[in-house]
């Protein structure tokens, strides 16, 4: 039951010696979502042993170089791998143009389909759904188009107090209902409140990935409470003036955002190639936020199933 | 007065845990020159501590994405680091075209001016030339227009033998032309040969760049007597057919190869994802042309220069 965070890149568009530009992939139950795709995304999942046929469905947050140089190469590998499965690309709506073009240019034949799924940005609506999560869009504000993403688990089944089965004989055919919510009534017309017989699952659990975006109170509603919250920090307080100019955040931006949104964990990533030592941005969000963390390439982030109250 | 070669990547299409795709930096007396441009090239130059600025001339073999998709990272991030000076860029025709549509789709405005050099694959001729080195393309066999590349030191000049400057007060306006290969001719009218003041410089050195190509013997003419010769490998000599069908080598061709050419020292690239070991391919050109060497990421080659012989 993994809901795990590997950052794969963690750098902003000048990549360093120690960190990538931004690709993320997220495991949420062996579902395995890859989160922009900066140059060498694929090169750091080969070194963490990752299968690329694994993935199925690739998030791009917006269309600059840093969040989408690693696609092509990407696209080129699963079709030298002889993938066949079809892949879902969900991004901004100039997506579909740009891997077109470059296929053409570069006489790729992919041996798959890409199936687009192009997004309106500015506004918010699930665009993935299966059986465990759903995973959800909305507005980041950047210079262009840029989607944050939400991965949030389904609400789980109740469970049964030990004991009740046996004690109220409760036929097979009621038992998916009550596990939903529902009361119990019996033969002799009692009805038995669900609180008598369930203690609620584990909690869903989630993620919010935030990048790149100035400082936007307006992300808040979607991201509230979330177990892990991504979100950019590209500069040092310091240089607050510099991240107004070009719609970044700072380490303090950041960790407002987490402390308004009341999320349980923020990782702070995109960093700019000024910092040497990362030390300085931590320090700064967690003055705020102490529950802060840096998106070092290659850390790794879990969110344990909590267990469910009896 | 160095004379280096340094691996950036050796890997066919298909990057691995290990190996990244095709890109390599040639460093003549502190001249810089890259060879092909594949994916993270610009993160393993940030390793290696290569300070970006020092490029001024990046050479394309052919328009296949594993030698190529590196590139458009790699201008962003000179232009994101204000780069001013002039890049020279020398590929096949199509090689323009291809920066620029992706500049454009990514709205990237770069601050320095790219020089284009657009070459007929299919011929050969010197590219560059300065008062070290030229550099010259020649036709590689494969699928697509693919360009080989010859990095040559110009002959240096003749160096007088001890004592004879004295010895027949030699006046300085006679200098250069004595070590260009003049002989001397006295006031009283004696000509005193050249073989008797001077002896020969340190001969010049010479690198050969030979990838994608199948095993093609008109490349030889181009690549005779070579101090480095790199030549593609990407399949072992199992695999012969395959490599046939696809315009690759094996590890014995480019031996083949090396062995006729009388280069100084092979190294083989380029490998196929399917070699874990790559002992294999070593062993098999080596069985050949024993002084072959594994073009393995971060590998580096120099070639010293030779004394003059007294």
Same mark, same amino acid.
């Given at each position: 039951?993994? &809901?795990? #965070?590997?950052? *794969?890149? !963690? %750098?902003? =568009? /000048?990549?360093?010696? $120690?960190?990538?530009?931004?690709?993320?992939?997220?495991?949420?139950?062996?579902?395995?979502?890859?989160?922009?795709?900066?140059?060498?995304?694929?090169?750091?999942?080969?070194?963490?042993?990752?299968?690329?046929?694994?993935?199925?469905?690739?998030?791009?947050?917006?269309?600059?170089?840093?969040?989408? &140089?690693? #696609?092509?190469? *990407?696209? !080129? %590998?699963? =079709? /030298?791998?002889?993938? $066949?499965?079809?892949?879902?690309?969900?991004?901004?709506?100039?997506?579909?143009?740009?891997?077109?073009?470059?296929?053409?240019?570069?006489?790729?034949?992919?041996?798959?389909?890409?199936?687009?799924?192009?997004?309106?940005?500015?506004?918010?609506?699930?665009?993935?759904?299966?059986?465990?999560?759903?995973?959800?869009?909305?507005? *980041?504000?950047?210079?262009?188009?840029?989607?944050?993403?939400?991965?949030?688990?389904?609400?789980?089944?109740?469970?049964?107090?030990?004991?009740?089965?046996?004690?109220?004989?409760?036929?097979?055919?009621?038992?998916?209902?009550?596990?939903?919510?529902?009361?119990?009534?019996?033969?002799?017309?009692?009805?038995?409140?669900?609180?008598?017989?369930?203690?609620?699952?584990?909690?869903?659990?989630?993620?919010?990935?935030?990048?790149?975006?100035?400082?936007?109170?307006?992300?808040?509603?979607?991201?509230?409470?979330?177990?892990?919250?991504?979100?950019?920090?590209?500069?040092?307080?310091?240089?607050?003036?510099?991240?107004?100019?070009?719609?970044?955040?700072?380490?303090?931006?950041?960790?407002?955002?987490?402390?308004?949104?009341?999320?349980?964990?923020?990782?702070?990533?995109?960093?700019?190639?000024?910092?040497?030592?990362?030390?300085?941005?931590?320090?700064?969000?967690?003055?705020?936020?102490?529950?802060?963390?840096?998106?070092?390439?290659?850390?790794?982030?879990?969110?344990?199933?909590?267990?469910?109250?009896?």
């Amino acid at each position: 039951m993994t &809901f795990s #965070l590997t950052v *794969l890149g !963690s %750098s902003s =568009a /000048l990549p360093t010696s $120690e960190r990538f530009p931004t690709a993320q992939v997220l495991n949420v139950q062996e579902r395995f979502f890859l989160i922009d795709c900066g140059e060498g995304a694929q090169m750091q999942l080969r070194r963490l042993r990752f299968r690329l046929g694994r993935l199925d469905h690739v998030f791009i947050s917006h269309l600059h170089g840093d969040h989408v &140089f690693g #696609l092509f190469g *990407l696209l !080129s %590998s699963l =079709a /030298l791998t002889g993938r $066949e499965t079809p892949l879902h690309l969900y991004g901004p709506p100039g997506l579909e143009k740009v891997v077109i073009q470059h296929m053409d240019m570069f006489d790729i034949h992919l041996s798959f389909e890409v199936i687009f799924h192009p997004l309106a940005c500015e506004k918010s609506s699930v665009i993935f759904e299966d059986k465990v999560l759903t995973v959800r869009h909305f507005p *980041l504000h950047h210079r262009i188009p840029d989607c944050g993403y939400l991965f949030r688990e389904k609400e789980r089944k109740r469970r049964f107090i030990p004991g009740v089965l046996e004690k109220y004989d409760i036929p097979i055919a009621l038992r998916t209902g009550i596990q939903m919510g529902n009361d119990l009534t019996l033969e002799d017309g009692r009805v038995i409140p669900n609180e008598a017989l369930t203690t609620p699952g584990p909690p869903p659990r989630s993620y919010a990935f935030c990048s790149d975006t100035a400082y936007y109170r307006a992300m808040i509603p979607f991201i509230r409470g979330v177990d892990l919250l991504y979100h950019e920090a590209t500069f040092s307080n310091e240089d607050v003036q510099r991240a107004q100019e070009t719609l970044h955040s700072t380490a303090r931006q950041a960790a407002l955002i987490a402390r308004e949104a009341e999320v349980k964990k923020l990782i702070i990533g995109h960093f700019s190639a000024r910092y040497k030592d990362l030390q300085v941005l931590l320090d700064e969000a967690r003055e705020i936020f102490p529950e802060t963390w840096l998106a070092e390439d290659g850390a790794r982030f879990d969110v344990p199933l909590e267990k469910g109250t009896l």
